[in-house]
C-alpha cells in the first residue's frame, strides 16, 4: 500500500485543522506573532476557550484565582503555555471519534508522555513548550489510521491482543506504520520542520544524521511512560535511560526523581480536564 498515495487520496477524509492552529503551530518559528492577536482569535472559538480557560485552572497550572477569559491565561500563564494548551486542546477535538477504539485511554497516554517530555526538557536546553507540543502530536498518525483505515485497524487491534507489537501489525497489515503516517500527516498540514522530523524520527532519533532533539525527547518519553505503566519503580526507570539517548540531549538527572510523580500526575490531570 502506497502510504502518501493511499492515505491522502481522498481529500475529504482527512482532518480539517482550524485557522487558528496552523497560526499557532508557525507563531513557534515566527518571533513577531502579536500575541493580543492569537488571544482574540483563540477567544472567538467557544469550544476551544472553554477547554483552555477549564485546563489554565487546573492543578496543573492554577495561580491563586481562577482565570475567567483567555486574555486572562495569558497574562497569568504566558503565551508559550496557553499555546501549548490551545494546540492540545484543539488537537483533541480535530479527530472524530470512531467505534472500537479508546479515544479516552489514547488523550491519557499521550498528555501523560507530553508531560513526562515537558519535565525532561527542563533537564536540558531543549524549550519545554516546544517539547510538549511535539510530544502531543507524536501519535496523530494513530489517530488519522483510526478516522480512515477502520477495518485495517480493527485487525491491527486483533494482531496486537495476540501479542504482536503494535508498530510490526501495522507494518503487516499496512506496509507502514503511524509514526511515518503521523510525519506525512504533518507535511500536509505544512507543519515546520521542527515538528515533522520530532514524529518521523521518533522511533530510532540517532539514525539520522541531523537528529532530532525533539525525537528524542519522545523516545526517552515513551519509553517512561510505557515503564511506569509496568509499574516499575521511578529510580529503575530513571537508571535505566539509554544512555546514547541522554547525552545527544545532554540531559542533567539531577532532581527529575523528585519530580517523577508530579509530571506523571500532572499528564492524568490534563488528561481529564480535556475531556470534560
Given amino acids: 500500500m502506497e502510504l502518501t498515495a493511499d492515505l491522502f487520496k481522498d481529500v475529504k477524509k482527512l482532518p480539517v485543522l482550524p485557522l487558528i492552529l496552523l497560526e499557532l503551530m508557525d507563531s513557534f518559528s515566527d ?10 482569535k483563540v477567544a472567538k472559538d467557544q469550544s476551544i476557550s472553554a477547554k483552555v480557560i477549564r485546563m489554565a485552572n487546573s492543578a496543573v497550572y492554577r495561580r491563586g484565582k481562577e482565570v475567567e477569559s483567555i486574555e486572562e491565561a495569558v497574562i497569568r500563564l504566558g503565551f508559550n503555555q ?9 488537537l483533541s477535538n480535530v479527530f ?3 467505534p472500537n477504539f479508546d479515544k479516552d485511554k489514547f488523550w491519557e497516554e499521550t498528555f501523560i508522555t507530553a508531560s513526562i517530555a515537558k519535565h525532561l526538557a527542563k533537564h536540558t536546553n531543549i524549550n ?4 510538549f507540543t511535539c510530544a502531543m502530536m507524536h501519535n496523530i498518525g494513530e489517530l488519522l489510521l483510526q478516522t480512515i483505515k477502520p477495518d485495517e485497524c480493527g485487525l491491527i487491534k486483533i494482531a496486537i491482543d495476540a501479542g504482536q507489537p503494535r508498530l510490526y501489525a501495522e507494518r503487516e497489515v499496512l506496509g507502514f506504520d503511524n509514526t511515518q503516517v503521523g510525519a506525512a500527516l504533518a507535511k500536509h498540514w505544512s507543519f515546520s520542520s521542527v515538528f515533522v522530523d520530532a514524529i518521523e524520527q521518533q522511533l530510532d532519533p540517532l539514525q539520522y544524521e541531523n537528529t532530532s532533539q525533539a525525537a528524542v525527547l519522545i523516545r526517552l518519553s515513551v519509553f517512561t511512560r510505557f515503564a511506569w505503566s509496568l509499574n516499575l519503580p521511578p529510580e529503575t526507570i530513571i537508571k535505566r535511560f539509554p544512555e546514547p539517548l541522554t547525552q545527544a540531549i545532554n540531559l542533567k538527572q539531577e532532581g527529575l526523581l523528585e519530580t517523577f510523580a508530579k509530571m506523571i500526575e500532572e499528564g492524568q490531570t490534563l488528561a481529564r480536564d480535556i475531556k470534560s
Avoid: G, M, Q
Avoid at 518571533?31 to 482574540?40: G, L, M, N, P, Y
Avoid at 496557553?82 to 484543539?90: K, P
Avoid at 519545554?128 to 517539547?131: E, F, G, K, M, V
Fill in 82 to 90: 496557553v499555546r501549548s494548551i490551545v494546540v492540545a486542546a484543539t
Fill in 128 to 131: 519545554s513548550d516546544t517539547a
Fill in 31 to 40: 518571533e513577531d506573532t502579536r500575541v493580543e492577536d492569537i488571544a482574540k
Fill in 96 to 98: 472524530p471519534d470512531t
